[in-house]
């Protein structure tokens, strides 16, 4: 798994969220909770597993919307962050946070209605493994992310603290079909790279998202989005 020393580090825990999801970040986490929601709801009382889960944007989002969330990641400084967040939540469903490794997940068998997994999949070393032990306790769904190989992050992954591992349509059809997911529905989004809203104040990034929605959402344009969000369901 990429990038576990650097996401354990206090400080890189204690600035993810500033960094990434302040300024033009703010339209790329609106974006990924919307994302998250429309493949869950009805989302109250559903229970749900997050692998790693970091600060636990969606885990406590989801508590709000009255899911019973279990938050797991590799990273105790994370975590600390995640349950900071919390206290200033007011859950309608159960929230806990569990550190674990995503690899040997601490549940049983079909322990859990849907398992999701965001900003995950780009660090993976063997993901055909890591999707097969999220589907080992799921039930039902699992929802996850990909960073695409055709995309412009592309041009700069190379520059990132620990690169990223990007993905073709192709790669994923083909690990879905190895885990035995069955894909209900996929979305492709950000033309421009997350790399310039985060640089950006939101005054600025908003038209470029405006005009960055305005051309994407179409089979050629889609082709080169930076982002996807595979909904898949167990056969």
């Known amino acids: ?19 990434r999801f302040s300024k033009g970040g703010q339209l790329i ?12 709801m009805p989302v109250e009382d559903r229970s749900i597993l997050e692998i790693a889960c970091g600060t636990g944007r969606f885990t406590v989002m989801l508590a709000e919307q009255g899911a019973d969330v ?8 994370m975590l600390q962050q995640g349950r900071t967040k919390a206290q200033n939540a007011d ?16 549940f049983p068998d079909d322990h859990f209605d849907t398992v999701i997994a965001m900003r995950f999949f780009h660090l993976a070393d063997d993901p055909e493994a890591f999707l097969r032990e999220m589907r080992r306790v799921s039930r039902e769904q699992i929802v996850f992310d990909t960073f695409n190989r055709f995309s412009a992050r592309s041009v700069y992954n190379w520059a990132l603290p620990m690169g990223s591992r990007l993905y073709s349509k192709s790669e994923v059809s083909e690990l879905l079909a190895k885990t035995n ?10 033309l421009a790279p997350y790399g310039l809203y985060r640089s950006i104040p939101n ?22 989005a930076s982002v996807s969000y595979w909904n898949t369901e167990l056969r």
């Open 70 to 77: 279990v938050g797991l990641d590799i990273s105790a400084a």
């Open 91 to 106: 859950p309608a469903g159960t929230l806990e946070f569990l550190r674990g490794d995503a690899g040997r997940l601490p």
């Open 1 to 19: 798994m990429k990038g576990q020393e650097w996401y354990q580090a206090d400080d890189v825990a204690e600035e993810y969220d500033d960094k």
């Open 29 to 40: 986490d609106r974006r990924e909770k919307q994302a998250v929601l429309e493949a869950i």
């Open 181 to 190: 997911l069955t894909l209900v529905d996929v979305e492709d989004d950000f």
């Open 203 to 224: 005054a600025l990034a908003s038209p470029i998202r405006a005009i960055d929605k305005a051309v994407g959402g179409h089979p050629v344009t889609d082709h080169f």
